[in-house]
């Protein structure tokens, strides 16, 4: 069964910084890997998807990137703002009709 | 437009009552999906439909029983909540003809008293 760890659980950085979120998973067949930002008491909100055929995919500020062989993906963030300051999940799709979610990581960006 | 919307979004009940959850998506999406989420913001699946067939049962007690009157709804009933059932529950959708990106809804945060 597929299992995704997250690291660190918890980040704190001044504003300003670029940061890089981990995301790992024990089965590498998986079909794609999205990353999530979630807000304190608010819904999940996509942030990116890659698709196992893919190795990164990039949106504003965010660059995700996928090593499906070793099974890791990562999660960059430049110039952190303080309205960065969220949880970040990533989960993983096997078979297009489940997702595996990571334990998540805190993000919280200091003004 | 909201894509993926659940009512209510906040339901406090007592021990042994039963409720129910809905769920719309407004993006023709095939697949639909209900998810825990834990005290420790840890997300699991619970169920999963594909045009309104069940194709995912995780390990959930029989209580709870989702219901697919369309494609476009889910809904996820409850009897005899349990002080162990106060969670945040999500609703979700994707499309599997394309790139499966899952959306979700804004939650339905359950609490048993």
């Known amino acids: 069964k597929q299992e995704v760890t997250q690291i660190p659980a918890a980040l704190s950085v001044p504003e300003g910084e670029n940061l890089v979120l981990n995301c790992s998973f024990t089965d590498s067949a998986i079909y794609n890997l999205q990353w999530f930002r979630q807000d304190p008491g608010k819904g999940l909100t996509s942030l990116l998807l890659?698709?196992?055929?893919?190795r990164e995919q990039t949106s504003g500020r965010l660059n995700a990137s996928l090593d499906k062989s070793s099974g890791r993906s990562t999660l960059y963030i430049a110039a952190s703002q303080p309205g960065d300051s969220a949880t970040y999940l990533c989960a993983v799709s096997n078979t297009g009709n489940q997702f595996y979610f990571g334990t998540g990581t805190s993000l919280t960006v200091i003004p | 437009d909201t894509a993926v919307s659940q009512t209510p979004k906040y339901l406090v009940t007592q021990m042994g009552n039963d409720k129910s959850i809905k769920c719309e998506q407004n993006?023709?999406?095939?697949?639909m999906y209900w998810y825990k989420q834990d005290s420790k913001k840890f997300l699991k699946i619970m169920f999963s439909?594909?045009?309104?067939?069940?194709?995912i049962n995780e390990t959930v007690p029989n209580r709870f029983s989702p219901k697919s009157p369309d494609k476009a709804h889910l809904n996820l009933h409850i009897n005899s909540l349990e002080l162990g059932d106060s969670a945040v529950y999500f609703c979700?959708?994707?499309?599997?003809?394309?790139?499966?990106?899952?959306?979700f809804g804004q939650g339905t945060r359950l609490t048993v008293v």
């Open positions: 979700a959708s994707s499309d599997d003809r394309r790139v499966t990106e899952a959306f």
């Open positions: 890659i698709q196992s055929s893919q």
């Open positions: 439909y594909n045009n309104k067939e069940l194709i």
């Open positions: 993006l023709g999406h095939d697949t």
